[in-house]
Each structure stands twice: as structure tokens, then as C-alpha cells.
């Protein structure tokens, strides 16, 4: 059974750092890409940046470069974590992330960002707000 379960996310203040965390379970890891977007209240879901396990690469949308970091860690081979650090947050961070996975055996690139993932986590609420 595919699971991926986000955790990480709270009220945080403008300049803060937080680190978001995917479990990812379930499903060969290094047969799909692993992505992170967000949805701000009234707004549509955003790509923030995507990690291949098998090549190791990250891909990051170009208004995310910078603040963003995307990193792995194999907790074991049946289940992995990807994170998401965010540096500086702002109250335009505020929103629900969440992390996705979808079976690709190449690079994380821009299509792989854009795609259609099949698989999706319930998300974490991060606010920014002092």
C-alpha cells in the first residue's frame, strides 16, 4: 500500500526556517520521483521542487530557487524520508504542502515537476505570521 505522510508543519515567525518531512512507504522508492508543491488559501497548487531517489538529482522551480532545499534520507529500504527545507519564510509561505510521488524511472527535470502525480500525502499546514 502506497503511503506518503508529511509531518513537520506549524505557526512559525517571518525569517524562521522550518524543515518539512515525507515518509514514503509502500512502493520501490527508486522507480518513482517525489515531488513537493503547495496550496496558499485561494490560490492553485504550486510545484516547489522534486528529488529523483534513483539518480539522486533535485529539480526546483525557478520561483523557488533559493529558499528551498529538497534532501533524502534512507531510513531503510522499504521506507525513506524526503525533506523540505524552507530558509527565510515569509507570510506568503503560509500554506498546506504536501509531497507526491509518481513511477518514473529518469531524472528529476521540469516535466517531472509538471506532471500528473498519482500519489499524493494528506499535507501539513505551515503559517507564517509573527
Known amino acids: 500500500q502506497v503511503q506518503l505522510v508529511e509531518s513537520g508543519g506549524g505557526l512559525v515567525q517571518p525569517g524562521d526556517s522550518l524543515t518539512l518531512s515525507c515518509v514514503v512507504s509502500?512502493?520501490?522508492?527508486?522507480?518513482?520521483?517525489i515531488g513537493w508543491f503547495r496550496q496558499a488559501p485561494g490560490k492553485e497548487r504550486e510545484g516547489i521542487a522534486c528529488?529523483?531517489?534513483?539518480?539522486?538529482?533535485?529539480?526546483?522551480?525557478d520561483s523557488m530557487k533559493g529558499r528551498f532545499t529538497v534532501s533524502r534520507d534512507n531510513v531503510e529500504k522499504s521506507m525513506y524520508t524526503v525533506n523540505l527545507q524552507i530558509d527565510n519564510l515569509t507570510p506568503e509561505d503560509t500554506a498546506t504542502y504536501f509531497c507526491?510521488?509518481?513511477?518514473?524511472?529518469?531524472?528529476?527535470?521540469?516535466?517531472?515537476?509538471?506532471?500528473?502525480?498519482?500519489?499524493w500525502g494528506q499535507g501539513t499546514q505551515v503559517t507564517v505570521s509573527s
Open positions: 528529488i529523483s531517489p534513483r539518480y539522486g538529482n533535485q529539480y526546483y522551480a
Open positions: 509502500g512502493f520501490t522508492i527508486d522507480m518513482y520521483i
Open positions: 507526491a510521488a509518481h513511477p518514473h524511472l529518469g531524472y528529476a527535470t521540469r516535466s517531472t515537476l509538471d506532471m500528473k502525480y498519482d500519489y
